[in-house]
């Protein structure tokens, strides 16, 4: 159980475009939901947290114009990363917490982003 | 703000013990993490413990929570080759949001 699909595992765009990422919790309902970036060779780092229904709460210093984040259902969060520049190009990583979270929190298999 | 903190390379030979390290500050998180990571892929969780415990064994995987030093450790027992990934360990912040707390990574190199 606690299964979560994300999409697409990778996409390359021009410059400029805007890219969306699908965050599914296939049999449990998330709750919450949060959104990583990561650098290679480095930890995770926390972009945001969003809560089924209300907006999400944005890390210090990640633009919320910029990465746009949906959280309209409790199975699904999309993060849309709009105008897009090289420097974007990362690996996003979503994770979905059910409630009550007694057994930790379940990741999806990530995104690698390449902006051209 | 919360700091976790681990050694980021260990090399073991196959058949050998892997102890991976982990040390943080926040002494209130209550639900502490060991997640496995593979080459372009996304978080595995591999174990976890409660705060109120000190040990817990799951198969090969022998997890030690010194929570006077705030020390967490992972302990992998007949180490493969397939166990070669990054492991990284997390705390569950404190607050309504939960968020994890992630150390650096650990990069576990598993010879043969």
């Known amino acids: 159980g606690a299964v979560v699909s994300q999409h697409p595992s990778w996409v390359i765009c021009k410059s400029g475009t805007s890219v969306k990422i699908e965050c599914r919790s296939l049999?449990?309902?998330?709750?919450?939901m949060f959104w990583y970036r990561q650098f290679p060779k480095q930890s995770l780092m926390l972009m945001a947290t969003?809560?089924?229904?209300?907006?999400?709460?944005?890390e210090q210093g990640v633009e919320k114009d910029k990465f746009l984040i949906n959280h309209a259902s409790l199975t699904l969060s999309t993060l849309t990363v709009t105008s897009a520049h090289p420097e974007d190009s990362s690996f996003y990583i979503c994770?979905?917490?059910?409630?009550?979270?007694?057994?930790?929190?379940?990741f999806g298999s990530g995104t690698r982003l390449t902006v051209v | 703000g919360e700091d976790v903190e681990q050694s980021l390379f260990l090399s073991v030979r196959e058949g050998d013990s892997s102890v991976i390290n982990c040390t943080y500050t926040?002494?209130?998180?209550?639900?502490l993490y060991w997640y496995k990571q593979e080459p372009g892929a996304g978080l595995q969780l591999l174990t976890y413990?409660?705060?109120?415990?000190d040990m817990k064994q799951d198969q090969r995987l022998t997890v030690l929570l010194n929570k006077k030093d705030k020390h967490l450790s992972l302990r992998i027992a007949d180490t493969q080759t397939g166990d070669s990934a990054i492991y990284f360990c997390?705390?569950?912040?404190?607050?309504?949001?939960?968020?994890?707390?992630f150390g650096q990574g650990t990069t576990l190199q598993v010879k043969p």
């Open positions: 413990i409660f705060s109120n415990m």
């Open positions: 969003s809560n089924e229904g209300s907006k999400a709460t944005y």
């Open positions: 994770s979905a917490r059910a409630s009550p979270a007694l057994y930790g929190y379940t």
């Open positions: 049999d449990f309902q998330a709750t919450t």
């Open positions: 997390a705390l569950r912040g404190t607050g309504n949001t939960g968020k994890l707390i």
């Open positions: 926040d002494s209130s998180s209550t639900y």
